[in-house]
C-alpha cells in the first residue's frame, strides 16, 4: 500500500506564501499521479492541483492557477504544494491523494486510491 503524510500547515498572513510536502512511502510511487486537494469547514473536498510522476502534467484549479505551484523529488518520494499569494479563502484541510494505475481524471475525488490525513492551513487577513 502506499501511505502519505502530509506537513508544512500551519497559520499564515494573507499575501504571504506557505509550502506544504507529502511523504509516500511503501509500495513506489513511480508511475502514480499525485492530486492535493482541501475541504473548508461544512464544505466539500475540493481538488486544488495534480503533477504525473514525471512532473511533465500538472493541473490546477482553477481558484488556485497563478497563484499555486505543484511539484514533486522523486528521490524523496515527496511532493510539494507551493502556494503564494494566499487568500482568506484558501483557509482548509489539505490533503494529498494517489491515484494508482490505470488513471483517471486528475481533478476527481473518486479516481485516488490513497489519501493522507491532512494539513491546517489557515489564511488571516
Known amino acids: 500500500q502506499v501511505h502519505l503524510v502530509e506537513s508544512g500547515g500551519g497559520l499564515v498572513q494573507a499575501g504571504g506564501p506557505l509550502r506544504l510536502s507529502c511523504v509516500a512511502s511503501?509500495?513506489?510511487?513511480?508511475?502514480?499521479?499525485m492530486g492535493w486537494f482541501r475541504q473548508a469547514p461544512g464544505k466539500e473536498r475540493e481538488f486544488v492541483a495534480a503533477?504525473?510522476?514525471?512532473?511533465?502534467?500538472?493541473h490546477y484549479a482553477d481558484s488556485v492557477r497563478g497563484r499555486f505551484t505543484i511539484s514533486k523529488d522523486n528521490a524523496k518520494d515527496t511532493g510539494y504544494l507551493q502556494m503564494n499569494s494566499l487568500k482568506p479563502e484558501d483557509t482548509a484541510v489539505y490533503s494529498c491523494?494517489?491515484?494508482?494505475?490505470?488513471?483517471?481524471?486528475?481533478?476527481?475525488?473518486?479516481?485516488?486510491?490513497?489519501w493522507g490525513q491532512g494539513t491546517q492551513v489557515t489564511v488571516s487577513s
Open positions: 503533477i504525473t510522476w514525471t512532473g511533465d502534467n500538472t
Open positions: 491523494a494517489a491515484d494508482v494505475p490505470p488513471f483517471g481524471y486528475t481533478n476527481s475525488i473518486a479516481s485516488y486510491d490513497y
Open positions: 511503501g509500495r513506489t510511487f513511480t508511475g502514480y499521479t
